[in-house]
């Protein structure tokens, strides 16, 4: 990005937007946005309004489901919420991930 | 299925652009005061926490930003800009809209109107169920037999098991009327078209009536009780749908008979006609209701037989099989078992099977050529159109070409330049189209009015069908693009540098070489279709004042039916001269005459002539003439001349010797070695016949047929008098009078009124079917030719239109161009009048060069239409003269105001605009 903080990979963004769903169950999208910085205890760098587009791109294929509510302050805030469709995708999603990961791991270890 | 979800919900946003606009603006100022309260709790300072809040966040507007670009559809969003840009130039300039608009319009909508009428008349499938499954026997286009009598219709019925059902109908109904009133109610009788018809008929359509029931086989049998079907249109135009109608009895020409049913609503009988069929009728009631009991005749050939044939069955054996079936039944009939060439007459007998699907096609086979020169005519039209619009597209694209240079010089790229223009020309083309596809309601409407006069019930719809829609919208949007294209293309690739550099300081470019050519190709596509327009508009008026042989002026026709109001031959004598003279009392009327057809009036008889004394005739003579019967006063009545020899007396009456009257193309084909006529035996048919008809006169020649048609032999018979060889000869039915002729003083008002009084007086059966002056009767046998003419002419008045209107803006925007060196002309002394003349003569010039291409390709096809043209050559001066001038006059109307414009230029002004 131009400010010059590096991006997260979008594939990356989307599952840690449902695995926080998927844990947390609804929740406004500062609290996702909180949420996954603290998860990653802050190794991921991210502007936060990048997740805005995430959620529309979640909800356009009908994986998220968006309800406006009232957050612990008292405000008026759109929450998300996994859908059933995207409860299934999470799973699979996760799995692809392993994979990728487990493979991206032992290219990685040092070679014996 | 993301994809599909994804494109599912962004084209569910577009309609909710706004509030999800809100919605967000709202979910990122939540977030920004979320993380303020939370900085704040962690002990920053209001200022402190708000940047914070703000770094964290990082962009607001490029989140936005990309938020919209994940939520809309790029592509509709890019041709919605265009679009609205697109209306924003069109509305700027609302003539240029106006007039492309318009000619789109008219061009597109004279097409799809004549696509429209074509669509009907020669494509229209019957509404049954699968009408492929008709099959026709026999045809009319190709000298194959296709008139069957009752004898051979049973023959083929019985022995073709190949077909579901066959049905036979009447060949003829164009005058078949019967006449009818309701029983038990007070009404007048009157004369419906009517057609006799198979029982099966209706079962071999495949068709549920609309009320009660159809004809079925049991009605068919001679004996049976009589019933009828009404059609749905006299059930509603008669009858206002009165459900009482099925089941009660009507006298049609005197008899009872039951009506069963109605058919349904958008049945219109076998065939597409002026005068559909109101009245379906058994066969096996007209020996009763008929004219002269064809059904036991079995040389009486009057039906048309159609079938549905089963699924499967191979057509080239069942043709061949069903010939074998008639072979023997021609081989009984005196024509065909004559040993002077009857073998040769049967082994020409020809049987044909054709496709049924729109039945009996007998309009398609009169009109077909003139409907396929009102399609030249109308591609011609769109044609006209087409350089119109590229004139007007090409001006228009070069009057933007400085705005286009601009926009290029400010790094616009040239695809988006090309696709607004693209995207300009296609809402053009479209709303050309809507207009058109309006105006081709309109003008179909008005062309089937003239076609069908009964047109609110007629078998054919104005209404555009889907076919003609998508044609219209088709060629409109390819107008649109190919013409739209090469402006696009040509401003869009312009130098921006050059074209800021010469700003508005044009001379005549090559762009204008292209737009001169297209006038020059209008102008010549138009005076062909003057040309045209003008011969077909000289050949009508040919037609129409020929010299049919007879006094035109101040003449009734009225037609009536003494048959259908059940009269014997007995009665006919006293029933004839109480007529006359009833006729004859009416105020206005000077002379009476009688005839069992009046001239022209769509009715021929024609017959076999042998004449006593000569040998027997070969199969290859032609030894037909036409005949009629009049009363002594018809040929005075009507301005025909005696030439020789005595008319018709009162003493020629149904027993006395048989005579004749014959015109001169008689004479000259049946005695062409100059014997005198006068006293010679003639008689129709076979040799025993020879001696039954002796000649006593000989009147001029006069046209009772067809108004194209070249004079005709034709023998005159007194009204009452039979063939002495054989009483049967002639069928009883041509002793009726179907017609009398009324001289008049001048026109006489109400005088209808009094000879419908006058007939209902002596019998209130005695229907008159027909009321017209015998100019009127003449113009009925020329509707199609009418129609042609006046559509062409209206078609070429059309296009010297749009040639005038292309001609102007050429002008006019070249002049608009030369503002500046016409300014220094005149500073430097031109004088006015020679502006404008400079400015006419290059109008001039384009419309001569559009002359000197049109008149030879009109002379072309002139050649082509000859055969539809009557005592008018392709190349008649007269219609070239006429055509030229209205051309140069176009031209010069279309020159006048621009060249005044130029005229008016002001030198000082047009230099200081530089």
Redesign the interface.
């Known amino acids: ?3 010059g ?1 590096s991006d997260v990979l979008q594939g990356t963004l989307d599952l840690m937007v449902l695995k926080t769903l998927e844990s947390m169950g609804s929740l ?4 996702i ?2 949420r996954i910085e603290q998860v990653s205890d802050h190794t991921v760098i ?5 997740i ?2 995430a959620l ?2 979640l ?4 994986w998220i489901k968006a309800q406006w509510g009232v ?1 612990e ?1 008292g ?4 929450f998300y919420s996994l859908s059933k469709l995207g409860r299934q995708k999470v799973e699979t999603e996760t799995e692809n991930w392993e994979r990728v990961a487990a493979t991206m791991a032992r290219f990685l270890a040092p070679s014996n | 299925m993301d994809r599909i979800r994804i494109l599912l919900s962004r084209f569910a946003f577009l309609f909710r652009r706004r509030a999800m606009d809100a919605e967000l603006e709202e979910e990122l100022s939540t977030h920004l005061e979320l993380a303020i309260e939370e900085n704040r709790r962690r002990g920053m300072a209001e200022e402190e926490a708000r940047t914070a809040a703000l770094r964290s966040f990082g962009n607001v507007t490029q989140t936005r930003e990309r938020y919209r670009t994940e939520q809309g559809l790029p592509f509709l969003e890019a041709l919605a800009r265009d679009l609205r840009y697109a209306l924003r130039q069109l509305r700027k300039s609302p003539g240029f809209t106006i007039t492309a608009t318009l000619t789109l319009a008219l061009g597109i909508g004279a097409n799809a109107a004549i696509f429209t009428l074509i669509h009907a008349t020669l494509l229209q499938d019957l509404p049954v169920p699968h009408p492929e499954q008709l099959i026709r026997v026999g045809d009319d286009h190709r000298g194959g037999i296709s008139w069957f009598s009752t004898q051979m219709y049973d023959q083929l019925r019985k022995n073709t098991p190949e077909f579901e059902e066959l049905a036979a109908m009447q060949a003829s109904i164009d005058s078949s009327w019967l006449t009818l009133h309701r029983q038990g109610v007070a009404e007048v009788p009157h004369g419906e078209v009517s057609e006799w018809v198979s029982g099966n008929y209706f079962a071999m359509m495949g068709i549920t009536p609309a009320a009660g029931r159809l004809l079925q086989p049991a009605d068919d049998i001679a004996g049976a009780p009589m019933v009828a079907v009404m059609s749905y249109s006299m059930w509603q135009r008669e009858y206002a749908g009165d459900p009482t109608i099925v089941g009660s009895v009507f006298v049609i020409n005197t008899h009872p008979v039951t009506v069963v049913g109605i058919a349904p609503k958008e049945f219109y009988g076998d065939r597409i006609t002026a005068y559909p069929t109101d009245l379906f009728v058994p066969l096996s009631t007209e020996p009763l209701l008929g004219e002269g009991d064809f059904t036991h005749n079995p040389r009486m050939q009057w039906l048309y037989i159609l079938g549905r044939v089963k699924p499967g069955v191979a057509l080239g054996p069942l043709q061949a099989k069903m010939h074998a079936e008639l072979v023997p039944i021609f081989s009984d009939i005196p024509y065909y078992s004559d040993a002077a060439g009857g073998e040769e007459r049967i082994k020409r007998i020809r049987l044909s099977l054709t496709p049924g699907h729109s039945g009996i096609a007998v309009m398609a086979r009169d009109m077909v050529a003139g409907l396929h020169l009102l399609m030249w005519i109308s591609g011609l039209v769109l044609l006209i159109v087409c350089a119109n619009i590229a004139n007007l597209l090409l001006a228009r694209g070069l009057a933007r070409s400085g705005e286009i240079s601009v926009r290029v010089a400010l790094g616009a790229p040239r695809t988006r330049i090309v696709s607004q223009m693209l995207t300009e020309s296609v809402l053009l083309s479209c709303m050309g189209g809507t207009v058109g596809v309006a105006i081709a309601y309109l003008m179909s409407s008005m062309m089937l009015r003239l076609a069908f006069p009964r047109a609110e019930f007629s078998p054919i719809h104005a209404t555009p069908s889907p076919q003609v829609l998508g044609f219209a919208f088709g060629v409109s949007l390819l107008t649109g693009l190919l013409f739209g294209m090469a402006p696009a293309w040509a401003t869009s690739h312009a130098q921006p540098a050059d074209a800021l550099r010469r700003s508005n300081r044009t001379s005549s470019g090559h762009a204008s070489l292209l737009q001169r050519s297209l006038v020059v190709l209008q102008a010549g596509l138009s005076v062909i279709l003057l040309i045209g327009a003008g011969l077909l508009a000289k050949s009508l008026i040919n037609l129409q004042h020929q010299s049919f042989g007879i006094e035109v002026e101040h003449r009734v026709v009225v037609r009536l039916n003494a048959q259908n109001a059940g009269y014997t031959t007995e009665e006919l004598q006293p029933l004839y001269d109480r007529m006359r003279a009833r006729m004859l009392s009416l105020p206005g009327v000077t002379k009476v005459g009688m005839a069992l057809f009046a001239p022209l009036d769509g009715d021929d008889l024609r017959s076999d002539v042998v004449v006593e004394g000569q040998p027997r005739p070969g199969p290859a003579d032609d030894v037909h003439s036409s005949w009629d019967r009049v009363s002594p006063e018809l040929f005075d009545a009507i301005g025909q001349h005696l030439v020789r020899g005595r008319n018709f007396l009162a003493s020629d009456t149904a027993h006395s010797t048989g005579v004749a009257v014959v015109n001169r193309a008689f004479v000259k084909r049946f005695f062409p070695r100059g014997e005198d006529p006068i006293g010679q035996h003639f008689g129709m048919g076979d040799m025993k016949s020879a001696a039954d008809w002796q000649i006593v006169g000989v009147v001029e020649n006069a046209k009772y047929q067809y108004p194209h048609e070249e004079q005709q032999p034709m023998f005159f018979l007194p009204l009452l008098q039979r063939a002495q060889s054989d009483t049967k000869s002639i069928d009883v039915s041509s002793l009726y009078i179907g017609s009398i002729i009324l001289v008049t003083t001048g026109p006489i008002s109400g005088l209808e009124h009094q000879v419908r009084q006058a007939m209902e007086e002596i019998n209130p059966n005695l229907n008159v079917n027909n009321y017209e002056t015998l100019e009127e009767q003449i113009g009925d046998r020329l509707s199609q030719e009418k129609l042609v003419a006046r559509l062409t002419l209206l078609f070429g008045l059309l296009a010297l239109a749009l040639a005038g209107v292309g001609l102007y803006g050429v002008t006019a925007y070249t002049v608009a161009q030369r503002g500046s060196e016409i300014g220094i002309r005149m500073a430097l002394g031109a004088e006015r009048s020679n502006i404008m003349r400079m400015v006419l003569q290059g109008v001039m010039l384009q419309a001569g060069l559009g002359l000197l291409i049109g008149v030879p390709v009109a002379l072309l096809c002139g050649r082509y239409v000859q055969s539809q043209l009557f005592e008018v050559t392709g190349g008649d001066p007269g219609v070239l003269t006429t055509a030229i001038a209205t051309l140069a006059l176009a031209a010069c109307a279309a020159g006048i105001l621009p060249a005044k414009r130029a005229a008016t230029i002001d030198p000082a002004k047009a230099l200081r605009s530089e």
Do not use: E, W
């Not at chain 1, 405000?75 to 759109?78: G, I, L, Q, T, V």
């Open positions: 990005m131009g400010d903080k406004h999208g500062y609290a946005a909180r991210m502007n936060q309004g990048t805005y587009p529309l791109r909800q356009q294929r009908r957050s302050t405000r008026r805030a759109k």
